[in-house]
């Protein structure tokens, strides 16, 4: 069992940046693939990125590919999002998630979920 919050959305400017956090409990963090989803309202959850278990791998969705970096500190049981350049169409609510695959970008894949982070990005 993994119980994972995400912390570190808010109201930006586009243009700005934000570092979102996901801490992990339990001692097997490190067991997980870890990535990160969002959700703008009346979509579909969408990938965004994932890491593999020792951050020796990473993959990014192509609309966000150059603009975030996916990292994680398997010592802090947390996996981070560091976001910039951000657009208003990067407006979401910000999932993160712990799977066992890899790669894999489909919700479904993955097994445990935060409760989310709300990301607002203003024009």
């Known amino acids: 069992q993994v119980q994972l919050v995400e912390s570190g959305g808010g109201l930006v400017q586009a243009g700005g940046s934000l570092r979102l956090s996901c801490a992990a409990s339990?001692?097997?963090?490190?067991?997980?693939?870890m990535a990160w989803f969002r959700q703008a309202p009346g979509k579909e959850r969408e990938f965004v990125a994932t890491i593999s278990w020792w951050q020796e791998n990473t993959y990014y969705a192509d609309s966000v590919k150059g603009r975030v970096t996916i990292s994680r500190d398997n010592a802090k049981n947390t996996v981070y999002l560091q976001m910039n350049s951000l657009k208003p169409e990067d407006t979401a609510v910000y999932y993160c998630?712990?799977?066992?695959?890899?790669?894999?970008?489909?919700?479904?894949?993955?097994?445990?979920w935060g409760q989310g982070t709300q990301v607002t990005v203003s024009s």
């Open positions: 998630a712990a799977g066992s695959r890899w790669v894999a970008r489909s919700p479904q894949e993955y097994t445990y």
């Open positions: 339990g001692r097997t963090f490190s067991s997980y693939v």
